[in-house]
């Protein structure tokens, strides 16, 4: 079967985990026997078809104001305009018509579509190829893709957002299926109305392979002293970074470390460090997954907004490591509380410190440990991640 994936990024390393869960899915549907081609934007001019991995990649420059993934941040109006000019881009649509044309792809899997909008729906219906939109993010219902504004988190559509949004609901209706990475994103979006009528609505959970992981190369711990508490990921407000920061040191545990590894905004950054003078507290910069959860005891993903499905939960699990998660998002849909880690509420006083306080427990961290790695299999099980979207595929084809 060829599959035409429809997505904003070509390249991994300018993105983040939807960039990584859409290639791991590439080269498993490729090992499948399936001819997988990428249609993504780009900052250069005009349609260009190159080759990554083996793959067939085409990327189409933008045909808007600015291409989004610069660094450099654009002015308030320009955003505006970006984002009115986004809501429905006709212009963008003769790439995709092209690549249609000269692939003749059985089903189209859409991904993040900043770039494309939701035009690409219809374009698809009116070509006669099915197609299914996979939910990574907020985006068919958000401008900014998080339904978090001003450390809150949305309980609907502000005026921008269903503005900016305005044909979105309807053109939802010219899909054949929609996929939830966690029941949560996808519960949200039909709440409001969206993918009304779409016969297939699905949750498939994301999967990396324990190769890509490093899972084996890793060493299953590393010694040290005392207890070490870590974060792995942006440092952002809505990620809950100095939440855990405030609770972590506030925590009657003696012997304890927590170490922080990611990066964010320069002001961010500065900001954290600048406040958190305590040297047990250790800003790591970027590091290497696998040879960051083997140096921790417990991870904390102590997320604000409604992170949908955050990789780092069962990345963390999958290395035997259990987690305190919020409930926030798709994160209790990973985390069995009491069992493979700890769920706490973000907004409650004192929630997060009593969590981490508890892991002082030897026993219990070592039966939350015993149960993350198993609990983990179904967020690894590539064949058996593969085997649902080949399922779903062949139901688009065959409908």
Same mark, same amino acid.
């Not at 085409?58 to 505006?80: D, E, F, T």
């Not at 519960?187 to 490093?214: C, T, W």
């Not at 970027?286 to 960051?292: I, N, Q």
């Given at each position: 079967?060829?599959?035409?994936?429809?997505?904003? &990024?070509? =390249?991994?390393?300018?993105?983040?985990?939807?960039? /990584?869960?859409?290639?791991?899915?590439?080269?498993? &549907?490729?090992?499948?026997?399936? +001819?997988?081609?990428?249609?993504?934007?780009?900052?250069?001019?005009?349609? $260009?078809?190159?080759?990554? =991995?083996?793959?067939? /990649?085409?990327?189409?420059? @933008?045909?808007?104001?600015?291409?989004?993934?610069?660094?450099?941040? #654009?002015?308030?109006?320009?955003?505006? &305009?970006?984002?009115?000019?986004?809501?429905?881009?006709?212009?963008?649509?003769?790439?995709?018509? $092209?690549?249609?044309?000269?692939?003749?792809?059985?089903?189209?899997?859409?991904?993040?579509?900043?770039?494309?909008?939701?035009?690409?729906?219809?374009?698809?219906?009116?070509?006669?190829?099915?197609?299914?939109?996979?939910?990574?993010?907020?985006?068919? @219902?958000?401008?900014?893709?998080?339904?978090?504004?001003?450390?809150?988190?949305?309980?609907?559509?502000?005026?921008?957002?269903?503005?900016?949004?305005?044909?979105?609901?309807?053109?939802?209706?010219?899909?054949?299926?929609?996929?939830? /990475?966690?029941?949560?994103?996808?519960?949200?979006?039909?709440?409001?109305?969206?993918?009304?009528?779409?016969?297939?609505?699905?949750?498939?959970?994301?999967? %990396?392979?324990? =190769?890509?992981?490093?899972?084996? $190369?890793?060493?299953?711990?590393? #010694?040290?002293?005392?207890?070490?508490?870590?974060?792995?990921?942006?440092?952002?407000?809505?990620?809950?970074?100095?939440?855990?920061? +405030?609770?972590?040191?506030?925590?009657?545990?003696?012997?304890?470390?927590?170490? *922080?590894?990611?990066?964010? %905004?320069?002001?961010?950054?500065?900001?954290?460090?600048?406040?958190?003078?305590?040297?047990?507290?250790?800003?790591?910069?970027?590091?290497?997954?696998?040879?960051?959860?083997?140096? *921790?005891? /417990?991870?904390?993903? #102590?997320?604000?907004?409604?992170?949908?499905?955050?990789?780092?939960?069962? $990345?963390?699990?999958?290395?035997?490591?259990?987690? @305190?998660? !919020?409930?926030?998002?798709? @994160?209790? =849909?990973?985390?069995? +509380?009491?069992?493979?880690?700890?769920?706490?509420?973000? +907004?409650?006083?004192?929630?997060?410190?009593?969590?981490?306080?508890?892991?002082?427990?030897?026993?219990?961290?070592?039966?939350?440990? !015993?149960?993350?790695?198993?609990?983990?299999?179904?967020?690894?099980?590539?064949?058996?991640?593969?085997?649902?979207?080949?399922?779903?595929?062949?139901?688009?084809?065959?409908?």
């Amino acid at each position: 079967m060829k599959i035409l994936f429809l997505h904003s &990024l070509a =390249e991994p390393d300018l993105g983040g985990g939807a960039e /990584v869960i859409l290639w791991e899915q590439m080269r498993g &549907l490729r090992d499948a026997g399936h +001819d997988c081609v990428l249609l993504a934007t780009s900052d250069k001019a005009g349609l $260009e078809r190159t080759q990554q =991995e083996g793959f067939t /990649v085409w990327k189409a420059g @933008i045909r808007n104001v600015y291409w989004p993934y610069h660094k450099r941040r #654009p002015s308030a109006p320009l955003r505006m &305009l970006w984002h009115a000019l986004d809501g429905y881009n006709t212009w963008m649509q003769q790439y995709l018509r $092209e690549v249609v044309k000269r692939e003749k792809p059985q089903v189209a899997s859409l991904h993040n579509l900043t770039g494309w909008s939701a035009a690409s729906w219809k374009t698809l219906a009116h070509l006669g190829v099915p197609a299914v939109q996979v939910l990574h993010d907020y985006y068919p @219902i958000c401008v900014k893709a998080t339904m978090y504004k001003k450390g809150r988190n949305c309980a609907g559509q502000c005026p921008s957002c269903r503005m900016f949004r305005f044909p979105h609901r309807k053109l939802s209706r010219n899909i054949f299926a929609v996929v939830g /990475v966690s029941r949560f994103i996808l519960d949200r979006h039909l709440s409001l109305g969206y993918f009304e009528g779409v016969p297939i609505q699905r949750v498939i959970h994301n999967a %990396r392979s324990a =190769e890509s992981l490093g899972i084996a $190369e890793a060493e299953t711990s590393i #010694p040290h002293e005392g207890l070490r508490f870590g974060y792995i990921g942006r440092l952002d407000r809505a990620k809950g970074v100095e939440l855990l920061i +405030d609770a972590f040191l506030a925590a009657d545990l003696p012997k304890t470390e927590l170490w *922080v590894a990611g990066s964010g %905004r320069q002001h961010e950054e500065h900001r954290l460090r600048h406040k958190t003078k305590d040297a047990r507290v250790r800003f790591l910069g970027r590091v290497v997954p696998l040879e960051f959860y083997p140096q *921790v005891d /417990v991870i904390v993903v #102590p997320s604000f907004w409604n992170d949908n499905l955050p990789g780092v939960v069962f $990345e963390a699990l999958a290395f035997g490591r259990p987690v @305190i998660g !919020s409930r926030r998002g798709g @994160i209790p =849909e990973m985390i069995r +509380d009491g069992e493979n880690g700890l769920l706490f509420e973000p +907004d409650t006083p004192g929630e997060l410190q009593r969590a981490i306080e508890s892991m002082g427990d030897g026993e219990l961290r070592a039966r939350l440990t !015993s149960q993350a790695r198993p609990s983990a299999e179904p967020f690894i099980d590539m064949a058996g991640w593969i085997r649902a979207y080949e399922a779903l595929f062949q139901e688009l084809t065959s409908s």
